[in-house]
């Protein structure tokens, strides 16, 4: 799995590269954004071949459970994208070659970029039609693939890979470990925001999953086919590939200073959001990360819990999957200046920008 990565899509990205015309995709691709507008016109005819094949689910899909488990899914939209992003956002770097792929071309600090392309992933999954004419289903994976096709080869011709030591760049055992954190893991931390599914409701939801991660490329024989399976396969991932390494904690540590000054003033906003953290992702993971402990630690925990339980409970106002949506688009928005984020490739590694 470590030698394998996107065929199809890194062929069609690479000859555009090749071509010096990675530019001009962009621009071809800009405001593509929707299942119901046709495939750009100007592409080169392996990308847009490519792009024929992502526009449809895959064959084994059981439309009943992905129906219930998207239902599940904007039910649960606040925190799902609370889980999401406090916790799927720092346990990613424990996979070293991940990373590594991540900091190359985002830097260990300047992590802007990266979170706003994936908060707008995070708010197009809440559309209520997700597949239909107006949803982004199938454009938003196909743009994500054909990013991560991008990385590959910049981080083969401007950087220095160890194809020896990492295998490709975001190849697939990379994929399943990210896979594995936005289903199962995902799922199985639901309940410290105060959900918790019904083995069934589980079972639909890793559905809806299981299908965003094959249109994203990751491959069928990776991604189990029930949550059981996944979660096996998920714990023996961690053992032999999860470590924190010294360039990932930085960037973890980064990443919540960055957030935290998005709200105030750095030296009042950092403990709560470190302590937020080390809630969701627990005290081992925290402290590999070398986030500092605080007396946060012991009030987040049922503030948190108890926030959530409160809005499932009817105690608060429940927000809506548009709302979320809403609340998800301002803040990538934030990070973007002001913009909306648009899903392109990456044209250098951030030490030739």
Not at 85 to 102: C, D
Not at 144 to 172: C, F
Not at 255 to 265: A, C, D, H, Q
Not at 271 to 296: C, E, K
């Amino acid at each position: 799995m470590k030698q394998v990565a996107d065929p199809q899509c890194d062929e069609a990205v690479t000859d555009a590269f090749e071509r010096g015309q990675g530019a001009a995709v962009n621009e071809a691709l800009k405001g593509w954004g929707t299942n119901g507008q046709a495939i750009p016109e100007g592409l080169p005819a392996k990308l847009r071949d490519f792009l024929e094949t992502t526009r449809q689910l895959p064959s084994w899909v059981d439309p009943q459970a992905l129906a219930a488990g998207h239902r599940f899914g904007m039910a649960h939209a606040q925190q799902i994208s609370f889980a999401a992003v406090l916790y799927v956002t720092p346990e990613r770097m424990r996979f070293p070659a991940a990373a590594a792929a991540i900091i190359g071309i985002e830097g260990p600090h300047d992590n802007k970029q990266g979170f706003a392309k994936a908060l707008r992933a995070v708010g197009d999954i809440l559309h209520k039609t997700p597949y239909g004419p107006q949803g982004a289903g199938f454009v938003t994976p196909a743009r994500v693939r054909m990013a991560h096709s991008a990385v590959r080869y910049l981080l083969h011709t401007e950087g220095h890979w160890d194809t020896g030591k990492w295998g490709l760049p975001i190849n697939q055992l990379d994929l399943l470990a990210e896979g594995s954190l936005f289903t199962s893991r995902l799922i199985d931390h639901l309940p410290k925001l105060g959900v918790h599914p019904s083995e069934e409701e589980a079972e639909h939801y890793y559905h809806e999953c299981r299908v965003g991660a094959s249109l994203m490329g990751v491959s069928e024989v990776g991604m189990p086919s029930t949550l059981a399976a996944a979660r096996k396969r998920a714990v023996v991932g961690d053992a032999l590939h999860a470590r924190v390494t010294p360039q990932s904690a930085k960037y973890v540590r980064a990443t919540i200073e960055y957030f935290s000054s998005l709200v105030g003033p750095k030296e009042m906003t950092v403990p709560p959001a470190t302590a937020v953290v080390r809630y969701m992702i627990g005290d081992v993971d925290a402290d590999a990360f070398g986030l500092a402990r605080s007396s946060w630690d012991a009030v987040v925990p049922s503030a948190v819990h108890g926030f959530f339980t409160g809005t499932q409970a009817g105690g608060l106002p429940t927000p809506s999957a548009t709302m979320t949506r809403v609340a998800v688009q301002m803040v990538q928005r934030a990070m973007n200046d002001g913009k909306e984020i648009d899903l392109t490739m990456p044209l250098h590694l951030y030490r030739h920008r």
